[in-house]
């Protein structure tokens, strides 16, 4: 049973910058595409970004392209969205979910995915 846990979650002015990470500590993220999505209050949980476990390959939403950041440290078993120029429409509960060899061709899809974390809140306001 894999295991994710995401950290990196706050409050942040508008324009401001988090990053937030999802680790695991008892197995290895190779095999697995990472996506993070996110939800806000009374809506349904959407993609933000994804990158595959073949060949690196990442995917945005329109939505935060050229503003977010997807990484993965294979090393560590960590990955990463950094979140840059942020805006109020951004605030939401942020998930990372894991897909066994993944290439991210259905990488917005909710149930292409094996495992989510617990969730962090980001919370842009001033």
């Known amino acids: 049973q894999l295991q994710l846990v995401e950290s990196g979650g706050g409050l942040v002015q508008p324009g401001g910058s988090l990053r937030l990470s999802c680790a695991t500590t008892r197995y290895t993220l190779d095999y697995y595409a990472i996506g993070w999505f996110r939800q806000a209050p009374g809506k349904e949980r959407e993609g933000v970004s994804c990158?595959?476990?073949?060949?690196?390959?990442?995917y945005y939403a329109d939505s935060v392209k050229g503003r977010f950041t997807i990484s993965r440290d294979n090393a560590k078993n960590t990955a990463y969205l950094q979140m840059n120029s942020l805006k109020p429409e951004d605030t939401a509960v942020y998930y990372c979910?894991?897909?066994?060899w993944g290439d991210g061709s259905r990488w917005t899809v909710l149930r292409e995915y094996d495992y989510w974390g617990q969730g962090t809140q980001v919370t842009v306001s001033s």
């Open positions: 990158i595959s476990s073949t060949d690196g390959t990442t």
């Open positions: 979910a894991a897909d066994l």
